[in-house]
């Protein structure tokens, strides 16, 4: 370790539904895990960017990741694919219920100084793109160099529309390169993004700050002691297992709910304590925060239509077509989102494209599954695909990694069938353990102990019909897991 060099820790915060990408996003698979743009995730981009910004002068420490318990294995796998230098060692800070951002950037800080270090935190959403990472990594040095000195830093947007989804920053250009931050604004009308837009001293907020830990315990404690008082009591009694660490639940679920903006953030500008800059970012920033802001950064042809997957597109413009699953055939249609997975389709007017997480409170108001679940599930130990379902039987295609088992469990209301399509697995039948491989098949009886595990180099597929009164996923019994689940 340089000790003159900055010491730097990443922090992505990655809850957040998504909500208005749905289909694609939803509550189990929510956008930052979904490659949008480009070839990577956009958790991997975030932390893909956030390891690049070491420089002679500057030290990047593996990432502190804050979600919650359902993605945990989600961030695990992906950043397993991405094979950063340090990303084996990063930490899962696992949130016992949704508090905002300021909660969770707090116990991120928390877990900073624990060893006595005072690093510079760099904070980011984690579902956000930039086309240019020169300029990224360019504006985020300059950044963290200021914060070093003990200032906060926020990185502003140079807005190119007159966008109303955003909030606004008003800086004071005062010469070194770190604008003195003015004013917060909240979200404008148009006719005030447009003078925004004109005046020039505004920028969009885009979420990412940097700051040393220390500050920023400091500026909460000094601006809502109640949300830090929160935080400590939740982290004196957090728990560590494997990658993971989870702050007290109930101890949690007491703290304010707040994000860094208002608890912090929007208190500093005018404050004799905390000197809060901006350092302006001109990367091809997007938030991905709709279906419109998606087709903006994809690849179009000469009409503007832009498509992914099995997609024929005819006499249309400026439409955005996503095939996931089959063929999606768009004739005469312009300024629309045609939107196709294997159990929901989504068609929508561009311009609206934000209201479509109103069609995701519907779904969640009449208790459907699709605003939470695709129909292909991912878990960690592969993934299943509910293929058809009837009265009182389920047929699921399911893909086991190489070296991968699922828990030892039984069912009270069902029974099942595997045959395995391809690779080799080991199966726990009651007392009984067997090697099964292509076109060989065992029988579960109902409440029969078993299990289902990869022995193999390739990964394992098969085929599982269920039969029964109930076929719900609640009806299982864990008796041993390997990933920790009850």
């Known amino acids: 370790m340089n000790k003159t060099a900055i010491q730097v820790s990443p922090v ?78 990063a ?12 909660p969770a950037m707090t116990i991120a800080a928390l877990r900073a100084v624990e060893a006595g270090a005072d690093p510079v935190l760099v904070v980011t959403p984690a579902d956000q793109t930039v086309t240019s990472e020169p300029a990224f990594t360019q504006a985020m040095q300059q950044a963290i160099r200021v914060a070093a000195d003990g200032k906060i830093v926020l990185l ?34 148009l006719a005030t993004a447009e003078r925004y837009v004109a005046n020039g001293s505004y920028y969009w907020n885009a979420g990412m700050f940097v700051v040393r830990a220390s500050v920023w315990l400091q500026a909460l404690r000094e601006f809502r002691p109640d949300i830090a008082d929160g935080c400590d009591a939740a982290w004196a009694v957090k728990t560590a297992d494997a990658s993971f660490i989870r702050p007290g639940k109930a101890e949690f679920a007491r ?65 955005l077509v996503h095939a996931s699953s089959r063929l999606v055939g768009v ?26 997480k109103q069609i995701v409170g ?31 039987f389920q047929v699921k295609r399911i893909m086991v990694k190489p070296g991968a088992s699922l828990s030892l469990q039984k069912h009270h209301h069902r029974a ?33 102990i078993h299990r289902l595990a990869n022995p193999g180099k390739v990964p394992l597929e098969i085929i599982e019909v269920q039969s029964g009164s109930y076929l719900g996923e609640d009806d299982i019994v864990r008796y041993e897991d390997t990933y920790g689940r009850g």
């Not at 208790?367 to 058809?388: A, M, Q």
């Open 12 to 89: 992505i915060i990655a809850g957040g539904s998504g909500t208005r990408l749905w289909p694609l996003s939803r509550a189990g698979y929510p956008k930052q895990f979904l490659v949008l743009h480009g070839d990577q995730s956009l958790f991997q981009q975030a932390a893909s960017r956030l390891a690049g910004l070491a420089g002679n002068d500057i030290e990047v420490a593996a990432p502190c990741i804050v979600g919650n318990e359902e993605h945990r294995f989600l961030v695990l796998e992906q950043l397993r694919e991405l094979a950063l230098p340090n990303g084996a060692a």
């Open 91 to 102: 930490s899962l800070l696992l949130e016992p219920a949704g508090r905002n951002t300021a």
């Open 156 to 189: 502003g947007i140079k807005p190119d529309r007159p966008e109303t989804g955003f909030g606004y920053i008003r800086a004071d250009d005062i010469g070194d390169g770190a604008q003195k931050v003015a004013q917060f604004v909240e979200k404008p009308d």
């Open 255 to 319: 703290i304010p709910s707040e994000s860094v903006d208002y608890a912090v953030l929007e208190k500093c500008p005018g404050s004799n304590a905390f000197d809060i800059r901006m350092v302006p970012l001109d990367a091809g920033w997007s938030d991905l925060g709709a279906w419109d802001a998606v087709w903006q950064v994809s690849d179009k042809d000469g009409a503007g239509n832009a498509s992914v997957g099995d997609a024929m597109v005819s006499a249309s413009s400026n439409t």
């Open 331 to 356: 004739v005469g249609l312009d300024n629309v989102i045609v939107i196709e997975t294997a159990d929901a389709v989504l068609v929508a007017d561009r311009a609206r494209s934000q209201e479509v």
């Open 362 to 392: 519907q779904l969640e108001k009449n208790k459907r599954s699709e605003h939470t679940l695709h129909r292909l599930v991912h878990r960690p130990w592969g993934w299943y695909d509910s293929i058809d379902s009837g009265p009182r």
């Open 416 to 448: 099942e069938h595997w045959i395995v399509v391809s690779g080799t697995a080991e199966v726990t039948n009651g007392d009984q353990v067997m090697i099964l491989t292509e076109n060989q098949s065992t029988y579960i009886p109902l409440g029969q």
